[in-house]
């Protein structure tokens, strides 16, 4: 039986760009479960999902596929490629990611109205409105989930606008039934609390959250790796942990209770918090090395863990409820 490999840098639980690189089949495991975990907590009935994270994960595509009306939000200034997912909003053309016209989306479309001054012609991306983006349906804000008698529908493909996936001021309050904020996107805006209030206004009440964000667990060791021991000590006491990763970006990480505690400030009923995985990526690799055709198990294994607000894993993974009826 092969030597257990060593634990890879953590670096790389950032930035695995292929199949044929670093952390591989952990990334392959990593998106198995992330996709049984999205399968289970979408509605069961068609409904209108925010996808937050779109072009940097295959959330909103899933959302689709399983009938929702999905509104992929591609937001410019965290366009760069995630762990072990190839951005399909990485090159001007083809999807059209660079558009820079934005048409005014009239507020009876759960759109908000124009502001003094603007008339509902076109605006540069950026602005409070999002760009639509050419090759993909219009956001109507009509469709599955918007009104009591919903019935099914064939899938259609997500419809994709550019904007500050952090400031939600294109959308009316209450218009969505759900939101999927994955990939860590929230932890990319390090005011995570100012993006969190947003979700929560733009959901309807009874709608849901689903999102991920980097734990403590992770940014310790980010610190460690970078010896930087002294900051290392203060993270016990901080009430805000911002790390840099090794290139320079920074990134917010939380324990459970400080996620349970923004989440509950802004309004949402916590359902759960988990770790994504719980299973370490050298496990993974060892075991996914060893034994190829043990992926579905290592999912169910994953699945069948008790939820527990324990900051295990690199990334938590949380459920809320905007409280309503």
Same mark, same amino acid.
């Given at each position: 039986?092969?030597?257990?490999?060593?634990?890879?840098?953590?670096?790389?639980?950032?930035?695995?760009?292929?199949?044929?690189?670093?952390?591989?089949?952990?990334?392959?495991?990593?998106?198995?479960?992330?996709?049984?975990?999205?399968?289970?907590?979408?509605?069961?009935?068609?409904?209108?999902?925010?996808?937050?994270?779109?072009?940097?994960?295959?959330?909103?595509?899933?959302?689709?596929?399983?009938?929702?009306?999905?509104?992929?939000?591609?937001?410019?200034?965290?366009?760069?490629?995630?762990?072990?997912? %190839?951005?399909?909003?990485?090159?001007?053309?083809?999807?059209?990611?660079?558009?820079?016209?934005?048409?005014?989306?009239?507020?009876?479309?759960?759109?908000?109205?124009?502001?003094?001054?603007?008339?509902?012609?076109?605006?540069?991306?950026?602005?409070?409105? %999002?760009?639509?983006?050419?090759?993909?349906?219009?956001?109507?804000?009509?469709?599955?989930?918007?009104?009591?008698?919903?019935?099914?529908?064939?899938?259609?493909?997500?419809?994709?606008?550019?904007?500050?996936?952090?400031?939600?001021?294109?959308? !009316?309050?209450?218009?969505?039934?759900?939101?999927?904020?994955?990939?860590?996107?929230?932890?990319?805006?390090?005011?995570?609390?100012?993006?969190?209030?947003?979700?929560?206004?733009?959901?309807?009440?009874?709608?849901?959250?689903?999102?991920?964000?980097?734990?403590?667990?992770?940014?310790?060791?980010?610190?460690?790796?970078?010896?930087?021991?002294?900051?290392?000590?203060?993270?016990?006491?901080?009430?805000?942990?911002?790390?840099?990763?090794?290139?320079?970006?920074?990134?917010?990480?939380?324990?459970?209770?400080?996620?349970?505690?923004?989440?509950?400030?802004?309004?949402?009923?916590?359902?759960?918090?988990?770790?994504?995985?719980?299973?370490?990526?050298?496990?993974?690799?060892?075991?996914?090395? !060893?034994?190829?055709?043990?992926?579905?198990?290592?999912?169910?294994?994953?699945?069948?863990?008790?939820?527990?607000?324990?900051?295990?894993?690199?990334?938590?993974?949380?459920?809320?409820?905007?409280?309503?009826?």
């Amino acid at each position: 039986m092969p030597a257990r490999p060593p634990e890879p840098s953590i670096a790389n639980l950032r930035d695995a760009p292929g199949d044929d690189e670093s952390l591989a089949l952990y990334w392959r495991f990593y998106w198995a479960v992330a996709a049984a975990q999205l399968a289970r907590w979408l509605p069961r009935r068609p409904s209108r999902i925010l996808d937050l994270a779109g072009g940097t994960a295959r959330s909103g595509a899933q959302a689709a596929a399983a009938g929702h009306d999905v509104i992929e939000v591609l937001d410019p200034h965290l366009g760069r490629r995630r762990p072990g997912v %190839p951005t399909r909003a990485s090159r001007p053309g083809g999807n059209g990611v660079l558009a820079t016209k934005s048409h005014i989306l009239p507020a009876e479309f759960g759109a908000a109205a124009p502001r003094p001054g603007e008339n509902g012609s076109a605006r540069h991306a950026g602005a409070a409105g %999002p760009a639509p983006v050419p090759g993909t349906a219009p956001f109507t804000g009509t469709g599955p989930g918007t009104g009591p008698a919903a019935a099914p529908v064939a899938a259609a493909p997500a419809r994709r606008v550019i904007a500050d996936s952090g400031a939600l001021g294109f959308l !009316t309050d209450a218009c969505v039934d759900a939101v999927i904020a994955e990939n860590r996107v929230l932890s990319h805006h390090l005011v995570t609390e100012a993006a969190v209030a947003e979700i929560a206004r733009v959901l309807k009440p009874g709608g849901r959250v689903l999102l991920s964000v980097d734990s403590l667990t992770l940014g310790m060791a980010l610190l460690a790796e970078q010896n930087c021991w002294a900051h290392l000590s203060d993270v016990p006491s901080a009430e805000v942990l911002l790390v840099p990763w090794p290139d320079g970006t920074i990134t917010r990480c939380f324990w459970a209770d400080q996620l349970r505690e923004l989440l509950t400030d802004a309004g949402l009923e916590v359902e759960w918090i988990r770790p994504r995985t719980a299973l370490s990526p050298s496990t993974v690799e060892h075991v996914l090395a !060893t034994s190829p055709r043990a992926l579905p198990r290592l999912v169910r294994t994953e699945l069948s863990a008790p939820l527990n607000d324990d900051s295990l894993g690199v990334h938590l993974l949380a459920s809320a409820r905007r409280r309503g009826h």
